[in-house]
């Protein structure tokens, strides 16, 4: 079964402090995977796109990486502002159809100051 | 640049009535349309999607409809919602084209009571 499993569920952090975020997967075949950015009450906002062949790729302050071996990624933000409580959603594109996407429940990042 | 628009934000409506929620994308042709659902604490759910006018696949059977009367456009629609349709609503739209990034519209809540 095409599963997307993230960690923590909900994490809060000091600000300027930076934080890992995990998502582990089991999707087959796998095309590509992305994380989102989900603000309260609004649509995702893509981060980072990886496909099979990319280790990692950064947005600004944020750094993504995947382990396509182990069917694991990781998004790092890197000295954390208030605007960064948000939702951080992954999701696996299991063929090049993006009717294919498989999201995971997201993780919930609060920063406080 | 291209926008995606959804209306109404919110909508609060009583067990059995209609629904028609609206999503318009400016600024690009020939998009790839998509309706998610995301309860409260859930991850984001394909409802349907469709590759052109008058072309819909449903993900979910339920008693909710979906069309797409112009290119542009996509509706979301019940005959008679449920308790169980409540929820937040995602448009989202993009390129048939692996690692195409997907944009999503603002969301519309929406309150069954």
């Known amino acids: 079964k095409n599963q997307v499993e993230q960690s923590p569920q909900s994490l809060i952090i000091l600000e300027g402090k930076n934080c890992t975020l995990q998502?582990?997967?089991?999707?087959?075949?796998?095309?590509?995977l992305r994380w989102y950015k989900q603000d309260t009450g609004r649509g995702p906002v893509s981060l980072t796109i990886?496909?099979?062949?990319?280790n990692t790729k950064s947005n600004g302050r944020y750094t993504a990486t995947l382990d396509a071996d182990t069917k694991q990624s990781s998004l790092h933000i890197t000295a954390s502002q208030l605007s960064d409580s948000a939702s951080y959603i992954c999701?696996?594109?299991?063929?090049?159809?993006?009717?294919?996407?498989?999201f995971g429940t997201g993780t919930r990042l609060q920063v406080f100051p | 640049s291209q926008t995606i628009h959804q209306w109404p934000a919110t909508l609060v409506q009583p067990v059995g009535s209609p629904l028609s929620l609206e999503c318009t994308v400016e600024?690009?042709?020939?998009?790839?349309l998509y309706w998610y659902r995301q309860a409260a604490g859930r991850g984001l759910q394909l409802l349907f999607y469709?590759?052109?006018?008058?072309?819909i696949s449903s993900e979910v059977p339920q008693n909710l409809s979906a069309s797409r009367p112009q290119d542009r456009q996509f509706i979301l629609s019940s005959k008679k919602l449920l308790l169980s349709d409540s929820g937040f609503y995602l448009c989202?739209?993009?390129?048939?084209?692996?690692?195409?990034?997907?944009?999503f519209g603002p969301g519309t809540r929406l309150l069954v009571l």
């Open positions: 998502c582990n997967y089991t999707v087959s075949p796998f095309s590509n």
């Open positions: 600024g690009t042709s020939n998009p790839n």
């Open positions: 999701v696996v594109s299991a063929s090049r159809n993006t009717d294919k996407l498989i």
């Open positions: 989202a739209w993009t390129f048939l084209r692996e690692g195409e990034t997907q944009y």
């Open positions: 469709s590759v052109g006018i008058g072309q």
């Open positions: 990886m496909t099979f062949s990319e």
